[in-house]
């Protein structure tokens, strides 16, 4: 089983970005997918997070800009950042959690800057 993130840069304050994570090895579509961050010297947060069922919630830091979103027939997750800020600056991670497993896997990340 692999997470493959996608879509992290440079963005200015105030722009949009779509972040992608790619699952193989079929599991995707059991899973609840959530996106977590990393700041430089700061613990790794959850940032929205979506079910089986599509059932989404957020971070109240994000709430409102960011929206997450899936696709099982390409076993992908999306995050949508809109209305970026200098403090959304993180590696931002991908996790699966595949209950009826017991498993769960991680991406490696992709780093977002949201810089001027």
């Known amino acids: 089983v692999q997470l493959v993130e996608s879509g992290g840069g440079l963005v200015q304050p105030g722009g949009s970005l779509r972040l992608s994570c790619a699952a193989s090895g079929g599991i995707f579509s059991m899973s609840a997918m959530t996106w977590y961050r990393q700041a430089p010297g700061k613990q790794r947060e959850v940032v929205a997070a979506i079910t089986v069922g599509g059932i989404t919630s957020y971070a109240d830091s994000v709430k409102a800009r960011f929206i997450i979103s899936r696709d099982n027939a390409k076993s992908t997750v999306y995050l949508r950042m809109n209305s970026l800020k200098a403090e959304d600056t993180a590696v931002y991670y991908c996790?699966?959690?595949?209950?009826?497993?017991?498993?769960?896997?991680w991406g490696k990340g992709t780093l977002v800057t949201v810089s001027s």
């Open positions: 996790h699966a959690d595949v209950r009826d497993l017991g498993m769960d896997y």
